[in-house]
């Protein structure tokens, strides 16, 4: 098939998939390519295709005028006609979307959004077949520093990761990129050079969990203790800005403010305010206006965020004007990795309402719901509600279903995954919040074929492999290779539509309950 007769099956939808098809490029050069990634700019096409399990960008052209800023391998296709092959580098990407702005993840604003983590780097086309049918956007280039850190990427492979699957499936709806869980200014900076649009501030080491649990004298000495200058403010200020004050957020909710809620609140949360506030002024003062939006993230506490603590800290967000598109508050209930919810949804409603009606009181932004994999019973319940902004975070989930393809394809190499987690597990999940039981898993080789994939339907393992990802891709043996990350990473691309379908499969379950 030729190019410019695929570009027109592609159009009038008689292409309705993106399964590779063969390409003919000149007089013998034929290329499998994925037809949603054909492309054309004056004269020159583009595509996405594959030379045995490898991808290549591949450009067609007579004229080099703009090959010419690609690194690649130049082949004469005979007729005046050459084609390009490049390498899926950063260089690349950077120049690509330099021509096609569908590829330059941008602010989302005020619309539901889903983060697709990508761990391993190649679940984001399955991610976009899941999502693209949705009422979601998606944000592919997710990575926290945690994340990072644990699995020696870069922010530069994220976003290169992403934006070639954004090409590979033609998907020209929009996406997003997410900088998450940043603590420092370095944090700003090293995602800033990724160019990443989403920034998640957590100050979560700002904030005071023993705050629920002072007497007032010692309320009073933490919350005076407070740099007021830092919030442009002062105890007496804040004291009459809220002290008996009463707020009426709806129909259905007023907040009365007792002292002992401004004491405890401002002693859980001033500083933490101020670390938010200096954050987003050096963003600010780094990035152009309308080029970045900014999260707020309170989840990873040990404390629940009362109504009226969401309200405080929205409240006084604004007043220091820090703009922000969602915040994540530490929800009743437990929202552990890996797992649905577990808790009372009665009362999760009903908070989740009053958390809803504080949104729209200031004029509605999202609330973000992180530790988002596979907690089912919550989004029915979200998505019961109406006018509910929703943004859900996830990124083990699809390192999970990366680890279904392992154990569907190459059980023996799960196996030894298995073991290998199980015996970290201990250490590693203690920057996690999780509860599996070691004792409750097996052996890997006491498990049959059939019985390994049915240890994705428990807590238990679905939590000690959520935990150990960072050693089980960066962990080498004593000649200094890998022990499991090129061995997972050669079954994903040889099996690469079974875990496109295992990918689309599961984020459609995560997907549906909004409907």
Known sequence: MELSNLMEEVKNKNI???????????????????????????????????????????????????????????????????????NLITKNRIELQNLFDFTVAKPLGLCNSFGCGDRLGLANPGHIRAVKDSHFKPILAQQSIRELTRTQRTPQEVMDAAVWAVFQEGYKD???????????????????????TMFTFDPSEHVDNNADHYNENELIEKVKSINWDELKDSYEEAEKRYVNMKFDISDKLTLEVTKENFLRAYAKYG?????????????????????????VSVDETESVTSPFEHFFFANELNRLGVKYISLAPRFVGDFEKGIDYKGDLDLFKKEYEKHLAITKYFGKYKISLHSGSDKFSAYRVIGSLKDAYTHVKTAGTSYLEALRVVAAKEPNLFREILDFSKGLYETEKRSYHVSADINKIKAG??????????????????????VTFGKVLTEKDSEGKFLFKDKILKCLIENEDTHYEFIVNHFKKHLEPFK
């Open 16 to 86: 309705v998939n993106n399964q590779l098809v063969e390409l003919q490029i000149g007089d013998s050069i034929k290329i499998k390519a994925y037809p949603f990634s054909v492309n054309k700019l004056d004269d020159t096409f583009f595509f996405m295709g594959k030379e045995n399990f490898e991808k290549f960008l591949f450009i067609v052209y007579s004229d080099d005028s703009i090959a010419k800023k690609f690194e690649g391998e130049v082949i004469d296709a005979g007729k005046q006609i050459f084609l390009k092959k490049c």
């Open 174 to 196: 929009g996406f997003g990129s997410d900088a998450d869980h940043l603590k420092t200014f370095d944090d700003i900076d090293l995602m800033l050079s990724a160019n990443f």
């Open 445 to 466: 080789k006491e498990y049959s074929d059939e019985e390994i994939l049915n240890l994705f339907n428990s807590n238990d393992v679905r939590q000690v492999l959520h």
């Open 271 to 295: 500083k933490a305010i101020i670390h938010i506030k200096k954050m987003y002024d050096y963003l600010a003062s780094k990035c152009e206006s309308g080029k970045f939006e900014v999260e």
